[in-house]
């Protein structure tokens, strides 16, 4: 009985592995990742940024390669002998920073691994705190969008060429960014950023102190006039 449970047991795993190396011989060995021979990672609006990748397959199959740029857009090439390159343009219409990938598909429809890439259109990295973004393409950046917060706040750029940033939307500078080096720092003061002066005590008792002496003023110098006319 021992040796009836043992056979049947030792059968059950022969047609196991026979079952499973079949499977595993008809199924397909993906497309390698596609290779990035040529492409751009800065950009400006409103202009062609070149792309060319290169995948194979085993079994010289024909590839096709969809692009995902990022911006709710993609493309796909037609099928393209084994190991072929392809070049691929796409412009994109507003500033910022976008992730793209791309993927590579044997006819068979087994697909690779992505690639991806991040492009930077008039957009500048500021350290891992985020980045400014160029909004009109003038060559000044107008806006910080924060890392942490996942907002767009105010920046300023300065007459030396550095720009304040106010990274936490709480209308006071928190780094001074030097673009030039790359250079991040603590704003000093943490002061709020410039705009319309409020009155405060001290200006109103100011203003009303010079008020009185200038009152007081003409008026001596009005008697003084009346003094030296009837003489």
Request: include cysteine; glycine fraction near 6%; hydrophobic fraction near 35%.
């Amino acid at each position: 009985m021992k040796r009836k449970i043992v056979s049947i047991v030792c059968t059950l795993v022969f047609l196991t592995l026979i079952a499973n190396f079949g499977t595993a011989s008809i199924i397909p060995n993906m497309p390698s990742k596609p290779e990035l021979l040529n492409y751009m990672i800065e950009g400006k609006t409103n202009t062609l940024c070149n792309y060319t990748v290169r995948s194979t397959s085993p079994g010289n199959k024909s590839i096709k390669y969809v692009f995902d740029w990022g911006d709710n857009t993609n493309t796909t090439t037609g099928f393209l002998p084994n190991g072929t390159a392809t070049t691929q343009n796409h412009t994109w219409t507003t500033a910022g920073v976008y992730d793209m990938w791309v993927e590579a598909f044997d006819n068979e429809s087994v697909s690779s691994e992505k690639t991806y890439l991040t492009i930077l259109i008039d957009a500048i990295y500021v350290t891992d705190k985020g980045y400014l973004i160029d909004e009109n393409s003038n060559g000044t950046y107008d806006i910080f969008y924060s890392n942490t917060t996942k907002n767009e706040t105010t920046v300023q750029k300065q007459t030396n060429e550095t720009y304040l940033i106010d990274s936490d939307g709480d209308s006071k500078w928190d780094y001074v960014y030097d673009q030039n080096t790359g250079a991040l720092a603590q704003y000093p003061s943490g002061e709020e950023m410039p705009g319309e002066a409020e009155p405060t005590n001290a200006l109103w008792y100011a203003l009303t102190l010079g008020t009185i002496l200038g009152i007081a003023l003409l008026v001596a110098i009005f008697l003084t006039y009346e003094r030296i006319k009837k003489k």
